[in-house]
């Protein structure tokens, strides 16, 4: 974590937590032959939109029978009752081969899991940042968006796709089948967008400079 100290003794100490700048540095490792794999990674809650992520990925399968494709949904169940009900559609629809369910990872691991992707999605209904986003498209994911808010901008910043409903996440992701490559060189693309934006870091010590001009006496 980085320690911004207020300037004036009398204000309490203000701590950030910016987003961890060693998700610029990742060598992608990817292995072009193997399925498809796509991540999810979030509280599971219905505000995260994971059920409706699901529902579009089983219309995408049935419409696309034979892909090579998988969805790995990671955090915490927030919601038992949510997650209850997605692990009854997945079992319902039998669709284990295709879904698998991952508990909260430590931050710390999450590099590793974004390694081993291919593609992020982002199932909120509303996301005013998206700082999984900006994370995931950091080690060479391609994205693909739902939510509303600042999160659609910045998926557009960064070559990935926005999707607004079930119909043009099925087209979108057969799409991208079609063309590994494809979205391996965008991927790539927004990997190298995200060095052009302002880290975390920046953006801290900006606010230190407003901090600065507005407290010092």
């Known amino acids: 974590r980085d320690v911004i100290r207020t300037?004036?003794?009398?204000?309490?100490?203000?701590?950030?937590s910016p987003g961890r700048s060693d998700f610029l540095d990742r060598k992608i490792e990817k292995d072009m032959h193997s399925a498809i794999r796509i991540l999810n990674l979030?509280?599971?809650?219905?505000?995260?939109?994971?059920?409706?992520?699901?529902?579009?990925?089983?219309?995408f399968l049935q419409?696309?029978?034979?892909?090579?494709?998988?969805?790995?949904?990671?955090?915490?169940?927030?919601d038992p009752r949510?997650?209850?009900?997605?692990?009854?559609?997945v079992d319902k629809h039998r669709l284990s081969?295709?879904?698998?369910?991952?508990?909260?990872?430590?931050?710390?691991?999450?590099?590793?899991?974004?390694?081993?992707?291919?593609?992020?999605?982002?199932?909120s209904i509303y996301e005013s940042y998206g700082l999984a986003i900006l994370e995931a498209?950091?080690?060479g994911l391609y994205i693909l968006n739902f939510a509303r808010g600042g999160a659609w901008d910045l998926a557009m910043t960064l070559a990935g796709s926005n999707v607004q409903g079930v119909e043009h996440f099925v087209s979108t992701l057969a799409t991208l089948c079609r063309d590994?490559?494809?979205?391996?060189?965008?991927?790539?693309?927004?990997?190298?967008?995200?060095?052009?934006?302002?880290?975390?870091d920046t953006?801290?010590?900006?606010?230190?400079d407003w901090l600065g001009t507005h407290f010092l006496e």
């Open 7 to 16: 300037f004036k003794p009398s204000l309490p100490q203000l701590v950030l």
């Open 137 to 139: 498209a950091s080690s």
């Open 180 to 200: 590994p490559h494809e979205f391996e060189m965008l991927g790539v693309r927004a990997r190298m967008e995200c060095a052009k934006m302002a880290t975390w």
């Open 82 to 89: 949510y997650f209850d009900s997605i692990n009854a559609y």
């Open 97 to 123: 081969s295709w879904v698998t369910f991952k508990d909260q990872v430590p931050h710390e691991q999450v590099s590793h899991l974004m390694k081993q992707a291919d593609i992020y999605v982002c199932s």
């Open 203 to 208: 953006k801290a010590r900006q606010l230190e």
């Open 63 to 78: 419409h696309s029978p034979g892909a090579e494709v998988s969805l790995t949904l990671c955090g915490e169940k927030r």
């Open 42 to 59: 979030g509280s599971i809650q219905p505000n995260k939109g994971q059920l409706r992520l699901v529902h579009a990925f089983h219309s």
